[in-house]
């Protein structure tokens, strides 16, 4: 399964609600950064080598052997061989440094993102800015959720406005009953219910039946927190950590078969595209309260 995370305008917050959606996800998951512009990840997130010096993640293995295995079919272990260990838990493929060496995997990419998509475990792609023509967009098409990442100005509800309806269409299963794009806004913490509702009325306006999942405030201390790759208490605690828990449970309240088999009650249906499992709504907001560890 993928949950593709990317923006309409400004990328900012994009890596930052990917990686930290990967902190707090349940169940096996993996981070990968796919974003066709060149990737931020290697250059944020630390290496997990047991008894090694601090250091970046290492170029491979990366997104381009992944691309390229893909090819010949996955194992069942799905993308987690090309993932590196960081030191926040969090697997992680790494990306290309450039677009110019994201562009030759563009044809790997369909075949790639059925792979993907295939695996029981959660794939949470950053893929950057979700222009037209974007090389990665077959990750979107493949994805069971895509979050959009907006700022509430003027130039940034005008671009939602116009590519909220167009992915909605474009991504994901055309058949499922609920479209697969949600909205997720990004601004000052004291700006919480003024920026909500201005994403909601811009989307009512067009008479758009995206949903708006949640917001992820600006955290100067979160965000030094995140990108210095270290689980304290006061980062644990922090509003970034806290909002990514709530986007995430509220993803999951969304679209149900995402919600990992481990957190059904046994005994209750499995979650279809239509509604969550019956009570499992209860034991996923205990299990996201308790991440992460």
């Not at 979050?147 to 992915?167: F, G, I, K, N, P």
């Amino acid at each position: 399964m993928i949950i593709s995370v990317g923006a309409v305008s400004c990328a900012k917050g994009v890596s930052t609600l990917a990686t930290a959606s990967g902190l707090v996800w349940p169940g096996e998951r993996v981070l990968l950064d796919a974003d066709a512009a060149g990737g931020d990840l290697p250059f944020r997130l630390w290496s997990a080598g047991p008894g090694a010096p601090r250091e970046r993640l290492s170029s491979s293995p990366s997104i381009a052997s992944l691309a390229t295995a893909a090819r010949l079919g996955l194992t069942a272990a799905g993308p987690m061989p090309f993932a590196q260990d960081t030191s926040l838990g969090v697997p992680t493929v790494p990306g290309a440094l450039s677009a110019e060496r994201f562009r030759p995997l563009r044809g790997m990419w369909p075949r790639g993102a059925a792979e993907l998509a295939a695996w029981p475990g959660a794939v949470i792609a950053d893929l950057g800015r979700l222009q037209p023509g974007n090389d990665a967009l077959p990750v979107a098409q493949q994805s069971t959720a895509v979050l959009l990442v907006t700022r509430v100005d003027l130039e940034s509800l005008a671009h939602l406005r116009d590519r909220a309806a167009e992915l909605a269409g474009s991504v994901g299963d055309p058949g499922r009953d609920r479209p697969p794009v949600g909205v997720v806004v990004t601004g000052p913490p004291k700006a919480r219910r003024f920026s909500l509702e201005q994403a909601r009325q811009v989307l009512a306006s067009i008479g758009s039946p995206v949903p708006v999942v949640g917001f992820l405030p600006f955290d100067p201390v979160g965000a030094q927190g995140l990108w210095a790759g270290v689980m304290t208490r006061r980062f644990a605690g922090s509003d970034l950590v806290r909002s990514a828990r709530e986007v995430a449970q509220s993803v999951l309240t969304s679209w149900p078969s995402l919600i990992p088999p481990s957190l059904i009650p046994a005994g209750t249906p499995a979650p279809g595209p239509g509604g969550a499992a019956a009570g499992s709504d209860k034991t996923l907001a205990s299990t996201m309260e308790g991440s992460p560890s």
